[in-house]
């Protein structure tokens, strides 16, 4: 697993190190771009609501709206206090205020979780073994884990065209090199540390949807706190102690940013809308990558799915995936300038 991890994770980093990735950047005009974008707004909505309503009592649901109310009320009527730190901070201090005061209150903590953790941990260097001391690399695990780097790409290049949209920036090129050859080396690093392979977090496109921040400054700052949440596994421990509802509701405000940055790319098509051929790239890619998954797995069953071979289960059931390459391949088939955009 680690050795095939590494391999994949070097491999990641030399296409983006290349220039490799950004000369498929045609491939993804806005019309693309804002359909995965509503696409990726939409798949992780049905996550959001499955966490807000929890194991289905009502006080899972309160959670969830309590941290919605919160928000709102802070982003709409906290905008003049203190310079609108409270504003901008309203995700922040939604978790802490709902999650840990309220869930407290409620007897909804799981308290015990925090203390039972130390305050400091230091990472381990090669934890499950290492190159030449028992790491391998087999042909077949290596493939396995390259097509699901492969999947992480087609991804993370539609995160990358949405954290874009909502930043106000012009997607380019070296966004997709950069991304995907920072992702590479980073996942390559997480082997040695035993740690999971690193992509682009979709939910943080939401973060900056919703605060309005999209500074690489304080992106720095998050990740030093970060640093400083894994060397302190008791903070960790509080994300996990707190309801998951109250996660829930920060996600389904989160999903709605998504779909509207992805709506108002769609906005960019021809003559400042949608012509016929946008229509019929964005509609049937829609359909088709929220769909398909679906059917899949009821009609044929996660078993079914769960046998296939992992490039083929990762397109079947893997919503932001199959967008990308429905997508694509609609944007190829129908050409960049057709006709049927001036018909009517």
């Not at 009821?298 to 799915?305: D, I, K, T």
């Not at 995936?321 to 694509?328: M, Q």
Request: charged share 10%.
């Amino acid at each position: 697993m680690w050795g095939a991890v590494f391999v994949g994770g070097l491999a990641e980093a030399s296409l983006g190190g290349l220039r490799l990735v950004g000369r498929v950047r045609r491939f993804f005009p806005p019309v693309v771009c804002g359909t995965v974008i509503v696409v990726i707004g939409l798949a992780l909505g049905q996550v959001a609501v499955r966490l807000s309503i929890g194991a289905g009592r009502v006080i899972d649901l309160a959670f969830a709206l309590g941290v919605v109310a919160t928000v709102l009320t802070l982003q709409l009527g906290a905008r003049e206090v203190l310079g609108g730190i409270l504003a901008r901070g309203a995700i922040f201090v939604s978790i802490w205020v709902v999650g840990l005061g309220l869930g407290s209150v409620a007897g909804e903590v799981e308290w015990s979780l925090v203390a039972s953790r130390p305050w400091l941990a230091w990472p381990q260097l090669f934890p499950y073994g290492g190159p030449g001391f028992g790491w391998e690399f087999p042909l077949a695990a290596v493939l396995v884990v390259l097509a699901a780097y492969l999947g992480s790409m087609v991804e993370s290049l539609g995160d990358y065209a949405a954290t874009c949209e909502v930043a106000g920036v012009a997607y380019r090129e070296r966004h997709m090199n950069r991304g995907i050859l920072a992702e590479g080396l980073g996942s390559a690093f997480a082997s040695v540390l035993g740690a999971l392979p690193c992509t682009s977090y979709t939910q943080n496109i939401g973060i900056i949807a919703t605060t309005r921040v999209a500074s690489r400054f304080v992106v720095q700052i998050a990740a030093g706190v970060l640093l400083l949440y894994g060397l302190c596994p008791k903070f960790g421990a509080l994300l996990v102690a707190m309801p998951r509802p109250v996660l829930g509701g920060v996600f389904v405000l989160i999903c709605g940013s998504i779909v509207v940055a992805g709506l108002r790319l769609l906005g960019q098509g021809a003559d400042g809308g949608l012509g016929e051929r946008q229509a019929l790239i964005a509609g049937t890619t829609l359909v088709l990558a929220l769909a398909a998954p679906v059917v899949v797995e009821r009609v044929l069953g996660p078993e079914w799915l769960a046998a296939r071979p992992a490039a083929l289960s990762l397109v079947l059931g893997n919503s932001v995936v199959l967008a990308v390459l429905v997508g694509v391949t609609l944007q190829v088939l129908l050409g960049p300038d057709r006709p049927l955009d001036r018909r009517g």
